[in-house]
């Protein structure tokens, strides 16, 4: 059995686009759609209740364009929305980025000290926390609320002097009692993986950060295969990108966060609400 | 002849509070009604066509409360959407804060040379170059968008060591030549007063920083008169929050801005697409 169908992905902007890298790199023959609700973001400042309404709409505007598989690729999303998505749309698989980040963590950790970085809303909400609680009970997990991250990253700054003053401010409480003190971070926004370098400037090496994007791809490849839903064209899967705003800015700030650029004519803008 | 109802005020979320507060200091008797856009902020990295969309909606909300004139106390939403609020809402009066910071910035400048910091929205939209130009076609006028300043902002960073670093960077183009380097600035930007103090410590005191703020509130008042729509009771005016997602965000952030604590359960929640 084989599905050519489209895998569809979406998220609050252009952040998501971290993980359609991955995507791409795991799953060379997908054909593959992202949709970046560029009307509305951020999401990781907003409540849990209006982020799950536009998730419902995101997934809704996904299904029109007939895709086999939904992935949540934004933090926010994940950890607030997926249980109403899945609900909704079941039987239609629904993967996010918390519980592959999460498992990453657990198996990444060799003292169970975790640390999560994460947006406001994220953290609030605590699932990263519950997530790991669940796969090891054992673990310590503290969460740190990154609000500038997601700024620097857009900006283009995020690896420079200005993201390591925001980082060493934001993890300073995390690791000023070594008693205590993570040996594994999550990174815990799709924004995140570009400041890695300045948050390892800060830590050194004996942290490991752990980027839930890969982790994520791979818990797609998984769920395809278990579904029966992996396409068996052999040639090279395409990417279509929808933006509810300003494509213009989609692609040159999507640049940085995909890794490869994105033309400008390429970004479809649609209209979530109708 | 005068008239009781209350002013309206809106903003994409929280930084529209200064000029609330400049109001309050200005017109203590008035009643003001205060909007903030908290489920789809921030506006100024949207399009003009979304941000006129959603200034249309926080319009029509306001006139459900039946106010007697609109601030739109927004720099983005002022630069692209108050030529088409203005029009379909007339005789409506409607202010925005664009026109009266460009007038303050031509009233400070001493040698024409006048630099706006703004979001990236409302710098390229031009809206000030335009205003200014208009009032002092001599003018020579430089923009440079501050994408970070909202951010620090927001997370109570703006008068410390990294907010200095954000803004030595970003001034640095506007002022490596002295030549051309402009002797007003205008905050062209509802959030950037918070960041005054680090930019003044950038910039030293040859430079003046124009905050649109008072300048909005004085322009509310003088027309207020020139329409007969002060309110005639002498007693103190009353505020009133609305906003469209996350009161409690609203309330705390909010306080930085309103320069006075704000109590949550005095923040209602409404929706804007109903």
């Known amino acids: 059995m084989s599905d050519a169908r489209a895998i569809g992905v979406f998220d609050s902007g252009m952040g998501g686009l971290t993980v359609l890298r991955a995507l791409r790199a ?7 759609i992202y949709l970046g609700d560029t009307a509305r973001l951020p999401y990781g400042t907003k409540s849990a209740d209006t982020v799950t309404a536009y998730a419902l709409q995101a997934t809704k505007q996904l299904l029109r364009h007939d895709v086999k598989m939904v992935v949540i690729a934004c933090n926010t999303a994940s950890a607030v929305a997926i249980g109403p998505l899945a609900t909704q749309h079941a039987p239609l698989p629904v993967i996010g980025v918390v519980e592959p980040g999460a498992r990453a963590g657990v198996a990444a950790t060799r003292s169970n000290r ?5 947006t406001e809303s994220t953290v609030k909400g605590g699932a990263y ?11 310590h997990v503290r969460q740190q609320a990154c609000a500038l991250f ?6 283009g700054w ?3 002097a200005i993201a390591e003053d925001a980082a060493a401010r934001y993890l300073k409480p995390l690791f000023s009692d070594p008693a ?12 995140f993986p570009v400041l ?3 948050i390892a400037k800060v830590l050194g090496n004996d942290v490991t950060l752990v980027d839930s994007a890969a982790t994520t791809a791979q818990a797609v490849a998984d769920a395809l295969q278990a579904h029966d839903l992996m396409t068996d064209h052999g040639t090279a899967g395409s990417e279509r990108f929808l933006a509810t705003d300003a494509p213009e800015r989609f692609a040159r700030v999507g640049g940085l966060f995909f890794g490869t650029d994105i033309d400008e004519n390429s970004v479809e803008l649609i209209d979530l609400q109708l």
């Open 180 to 191: 205590t003190a993570p040996d594994t971070l999550v990174l815990g926004c799709t924004h």
């Open 150 to 155: 997601v700024a620097l990253a857009e900006e």
């Open 114 to 118: 975790i640390g999560v970085l994460a």
């Open 196 to 198: 890695a370098p300045a």
């Open 26 to 32: 795991q799953l060379p023959h997908e054909d593959l």
């Open 129 to 139: 926390a519950r997530a790991i609680s669940s796969l090891a009970p054992e673990a």
């Open 158 to 160: 995020g690896t420079d």
